[in-house]
């Protein structure tokens, strides 16, 4: 049979074309597959930047096999800086009362600007010397009557000494204090407590189909034999899941809340440590000091005006006469109306960064808010001003969320997907703050949550490297409340991790834990004198 010249034709162009495409995929084979695996909407991107910024290094999607290991990572530092710590009887756990804490070159007048350094030397009750570190401590000084206060910073020598450092920002009487609010002993039972299980807290779902409404159990990580729904975000491989209940669909789900259960990972022995009496305990009684101006000393040079970027310190500044002044800058008073011309402002996380929205909308008298049709506590805020075009919004973060109070889970959704959705530009600012829902759950629930979200913003930052974005950590909460749950110790677990994963990105952080530890708020949701200072930060930043 006789081929025509035309089919010759095309039977040479198509393998010319099959030849070609097959070259391709082996020089891109990587490239190619990842690709082929991603949302439509993530590839649209990798496209736009391939085309339009070739000279910036590009990230793809990081496999889930990189995650663990990334968590991993973490995770065995943060086991390497919470060593297990032997625990038999109380007598041989730290002790406030019998440690010692000795200032070193003491003297009766201090000049303002002086650093101050402490020789503590902690013992255990039977007032033996100990051989090994990990206390969690708390050191602030303070003057009350000048509503000035400041942390210290604390360094462990692993020996059972601790050097506490003090910047002497203010002139008067000073009080010194150093807390121990959880021995070594506490510090290990609590590490080793919270990743030992995700049911400290158990969810109830709210389904509702037509007039029925049926409530089941719903958790991070639910065991159970019944049929589960599973909510899952495909991109980032985190999961939610409920029983399902008979006779609905998993897409049912309409509202959630949560409460404490009865299940306990301590021990009746390790629960003494942590009794109201054994909590926040002061180890340097009546010791105050006196600060003078000392007036041969050199002028203190002028700082710069706090702008993004600027790399933080430990303290980072101090509070005085209810005011933040940060050490490495100086924050400019800012008419807030005038700074937020303009601008679109993402507020996205726990109550903590809510506080803000309340605190925008009680400050813009022409602020508005709109109504999005949503009840309940955690409802997504929208606030505008459409004369100066100012864009302010809040939402929660996703599951986790504990509370007593039923809340809507019909708009929730994770923040790296909200991330990944917003164009970015100079007149965007996201400012995400996360943790305290974390505290009741294994650490790494935590960190894969904040690792999404790092990828996330690196992917905001390659399309649209314009774009603010700030980390506002945790503050510091009530000290004798629910410790195996929500103790402060796993919240600075949470802030070294935080800070730790952030660190390579050009994003602001507000050091909400310092500044709350500086103003001795002791409170989940602090005073408005603190938001306030928060927010001048952010504003700084902006304008």
């Known amino acids: 049979m006789k081929i ?4 010759r034709k095309s039977l040479l162009i198509q393998f010319i074309l099959a030849a070609w495409i097959i070259f391709t995929v082996f020089q891109n084979s990587t490239k190619i597959w990842t690709a082929l695996k991603l949302p439509i909407s993530l590839h649209h991107w990798n496209f736009i930047m391939k085309s339009s910024s070739p000279e910036l290094p590009l990230h793809p999607v990081v496999s889930s096999a990189e995650t663990e290991l990334r968590i991993k990572r973490i995770m065995d530092k943060l086991d390497q800086l919470i060593p297990p710590r032997p625990f038999t009887h109380m007598n041989t756990t730290t002790s406030a009362a019998p440690s010692t804490a000795t200032i070193l070159h003491s003297r009766d007048t201090y000049c303002r600007g002086d650093q101050l350094d402490i020789l503590l030397e902690v013992r255990d009750h039977l007032e033996r010397r100990k051989e090994y570190g990990g206390d969690f401590l708390r050191a602030r000084m303070s003057s009350p009557a000048l509503k000035a206060g400041a942390s210290g910073k604390v360094t462990d020598f692993n020996n059972g000494t601790y050097l506490v450092s003090f910047t002497l920002f203010w002139e008067g009487w000073v009080s010194l204090s150093i807390l121990l609010i959880h021995p070594s002993e506490g510090v290990s039972a609590l590490w080793r407590a919270r990743n030992q299980g995700y049911d400290r807290v158990i969810f109830t779902g709210q389904f509702a189909s037509g007039t029925s409404h049926v409530n089941t159990d719903c958790a991070l990580v639910l065991n159970s034999s019944a049929e589960l729904c599973e909510y899952l975000d495909a991109q980032d491989q985190e999961a939610f899941y409920c ?28 629960w003494s440590l942590f009794e109201r009496s054994n909590v926040g305990v002061e180890i340097m009684e009546n010791n105050a000091i006196n600060v003078s101006k000392c007036n041969n000393r050199k002028t203190v040079t002028m700082k710069k005006k706090c702008k993004f970027g600027v790399a933080s310190t430990i303290p980072g500044g101090h509070v005085w006469k209810e005011t933040w ?39 813009i008298n022409t602020l508005k808010s709109v109504d ?25 973060h996703g599951y986790p969320l504990v509370g007593s109070l039923s809340y809507s889970v019909k708009e929730i959704e994770y923040i790296a997907r909200v991330i990944d959705r917003t164009g970015g530009g100079k007149n965007i600012i996201i400012v995400i703050s996360l943790g305290q829902h974390f505290r009741p759950f294994p650490i790494d629930v935590f960190i894969r949550r904040t690792l999404n979200i790092h990828k996330a913003v690196q992917r905001l930052l390659l399309r649209s490297p314009d774009t603010m974005v700030i980390i506002k950590t945790e503050n510091i ?15 600075y677990v949470q802030y070294l991790a935080i ?18 530890i500086a103003y001795g708020t002791n409170n989940v949701h602090p005073p408005q004198s603190v938001v306030r200072n928060q927010v001048s930060i952010l504003l700084n930043y902006i304008c």
């Open 4 to 7: 025509s010249m035309a089919n």
């Open 499 to 516: 800070k730790d994963i952030f660190q390579d990105l050009n994003v602001g952080i507000i050091d909400a834990w310092d500044i709350t």
């Open 477 to 491: 909460r009530e000290m004798h409340g629910d410790v195996e749950r929500f103790s402060d110790f796993h919240g």
């Open 325 to 363: 002044n940060p050490v490495s800058c100086s924050l400019a008073p800012v008419k807030m109306k005038e700074c937020l011309r303009g601008k679109f402002i993402y507020l996205m996380g726990d109550s903590t960064i809510r506080q803000w929205m309340e605190y925008f909308k009680n400050s």
């Open 372 to 396: 999005l049709h949503e009840s309940g506590k955690l409802q997504h805020q929208l606030a505008v001003d459409l004369d100066e075009n100012i864009n302010i919004q809040w939402q929660k």
């Open 243 to 270: 029983v399902r209940p008979q006779h609905m669909p998993c897409a049912a789900l309409t509202h959630m809340q949560s409460k404490n259960t009865d299940v306990s990972y301590l021990s009746r022995q390790e």
